[in-house]
């Protein structure tokens, strides 16, 4: 996500279309299409993405780890 931002238009264009999809399916899963459920499925999208993005980006593996446990309880 972080190179995409530095990308052209046509690429994040590429980008927001998969995202897009991964939100539809999110909420399919979830058999509600409202607003409430489209914010929920941004949410837990962010947080899956940032939890992965953090735990990558630290030296400790139990800090790590500790990130990623939090993202699970979410």
């Known amino acids: 996500s972080t190179d995409i931002a530095r990308s052209d238009a046509a690429t994040r264009e590429t980008y927001e279309h998969l995202l897009e999809e991964y939100i539809q399916g999110i909420q399919n ?12 499925a ?27 446990g939090a993202c699970r309880k979410t």
Do not use: M
């Open 29 to 40: 899963n979830t058999g509600d299409s409202s607003e409430a459920s489209r914010a929920e």
């Open 42 to 68: 941004w949410q837990f999208l962010s947080t899956l993405l940032g939890g992965l993005i953090l735990s990558r980006s630290v030296a400790s593996d139990t800090l790590s780890r500790e990130i990623l």
